[in-house]
């Protein structure tokens, strides 16, 4: 099994960045990949990217390419999500998540394990 634990999320204004954190425990030996997705409310869960667990490659969603990176610090078994630029579209809760076999960092099914979401609220 492995934990999830988001944090990091708030309100900020438009313009503004925010770091969301997601600290894995438990077996983290079997992560491949870790994903972020955010889901407003009434609409579906959306993919905002993905890392490998072991070689640093991301993948960034098109509609937040440019603004948000992801990262990661195996030490701390943590993977981060900088989110720049901030617009008020970008509100949502955020999720992190865990897979053990990941082939595409956007499909929900994929992952194994889910944190419990961090809000983030951005103002105009």
């Known amino acids: 099994q492995v934990q999830l634990v988001e944090s990091g999320g708030g309100l900020v204004q438009a313009g503004g960045s925010l770091r969301l954190s997601c600290a894995a425990s438990?077996?983290?030996?079997?992560?491949?990949?870790m994903g972020w997705f955010r889901q407003a409310p009434g609409k579906e869960r959306e993919c905002v990217g993905g890392i490998n667990w072991n070689t640093d490659s991301t993948y960034v969603a098109v509609s937040v390419k440019g603004r948000f990176t992801i990262s990661r610090d195996n030490a701390k078994n943590t993977v981060y999500l900088q989110m720049n630029s901030l617009k008020p579209e970008d509100t949502a809760v955020y999720y992190c998540?865990?897979?053990?076999?990941?082939?595409?960092?956007?499909?929900?099914?994929?992952?194994?394990?889910w944190g419990q979401g961090t809000q983030v609220t951005v103002s105009s």
């Open positions: 438990g077996q983290t030996f079997s992560i491949y990949a």
């Open positions: 998540a865990a897979g053990r076999r990941v082939r595409n960092y956007c499909n929900l099914g994929e992952y194994d394990y």
